[in-house]
């Protein structure tokens, strides 16, 4: 008995484990979707509406994502490292223990989002909203945080490492 490793072609259905690489996926609608443990990899979702999507374990590296919508959504252990997510949303996410590192996340919304233990290691997040986001044990080294709001934060032992603060209002 062998196992044979199938990959998903841009057209196959969203589904948990799906592998979508390279695919122009703008503006798709997957609210309340299932995509735990999916690989969306080098592929276009701006302007794709997540909100309350289940998305944990999901890698979506290099993948651009700018003005999309992840209100309320799980992106637990999630790998967004390199991601171009620009005026991306998400309020209220559940993105604990994720892995930012070098996404670029200008003008991005976290207001009420958890991202305890998420790292950001040199993100771009100039002009981000953290507002009420809970930020327990968040790496932010070498983050370019200039101009964010972190009002209200729930916040023990955030790291801000080297990162550009200029401007920011705690």
């Not at 620009?86 to 993105?95: E, G, L, S």
């Not at 604990?96 to 991202?115: G, I």
Request: hydrophobic share 45%; aromatic share 8%; glycine share 4%.
């Amino acid at each position: 008995l062998f196992t044979v490793n199938a990959y998903a072609a841009c057209d196959d259905a969203a589904a948990p484990g799906v592998r979508w690489s390279g695919c122009d996926k703008k503006g798709i609608d997957l609210r309340g979707v299932n995509l735990n443990g999916a690989v969306i990899s080098r592929s276009d979702l701006s302007g794709a509406i997540l909100d309350n999507a289940r998305l944990d374990k999901v890698d979506l590296y290099f993948t651009k994502l700018e003005s999309a919508s992840f209100k309320h959504a799980s992106l637990k252990h999630a790998r967004l490292v390199g991601i171009k997510a620009d005026k991306a949303i998400f309020t209220a996410a559940k993105i604990d223990v994720a892995r930012l590192s070098r996404a670029q996340l200008k003008n991005a919304n976290f207001t009420n989002a958890d991202l305890s233990k998420a790292s950001f290691y040199e993100a771009k997040l100039n002009n981000a909203i953290f507002t009420n986001a809970r930020l327990d044990a968040t790496d932010f080294e070498r983050a370019q945080l200039i101009n964010v709001n972190f009002s209200q934060i729930k916040s023990i032992q955030a790291k801000f490492t080297e990162a550009n603060l200029e401007n920011s209002s705690f």
